[in-house]
């Protein structure tokens, strides 16, 4: 019954998630290249690390991951078939209609958790402790 639209809301979040990292890192790269003051942001900079790493400890670690489990989970509840593999294989498969074995979307995670990794050193985030600068007054 509502268990497929609950399903549907997974797979959304896991969108959004999914989003969230790849859209993350094209955004600091762009406010590195730019200058911009919110790319080093400490609180988005170690979101998105901690986002990205997650991902890379579950493909290392041949883990699935707990939204890809549950939309299968509810999808049978609602008498559906849940559909096998990884999240974004089939989300792949489905946009680019690509048929690459689990491992190599496995190692493209963890290779994009050493990218991000690597920007974060290069381009590191404000230190939230860091003080900021007094206006001036007039």
């Known amino acids: 019954m509502w268990y497929g639209y609950v399903a549907d809301a997974v797979v959304i979040a896991h969108i959004a998630y999914v989003g969230y990292v790849v859209l993350g890192q094209l955004a600091i790269w762009l406010g590195w290249i730019f200058r ?6 400490f609180w988005f900079r170690i979101t998105h690390l901690l986002a990205i ?6 493909a290392v670690m041949g883990w699935t ?27 792949v498969h489905h946009i680019m209609f ?14 994009f958790a050493i990218l991000v990794l690597g920007t974060f050193i290069l381009f590191a985030p404000r230190s939230p402790l860091r003080r900021q600068p007094a206006a001036s007054a007039a």
């Open 36 to 41: 911009r003051h919110w790319a080093r942001n």
């Open 53 to 58: 790493a997650i991902v890379a400890l579950e």
């Open 65 to 91: 991951c707990p939204l890809t489990r549950w939309e299968n989970q509810l999808r049978e509840l609602a008498g559906q078939t849940a559909q096998s593999g990884s999240f974004m294989g089939r989300l």
């Open 98 to 111: 690509w048929n690459c074995p689990e491992w190599a979307f496995d190692a493209m995670h963890v290779g």
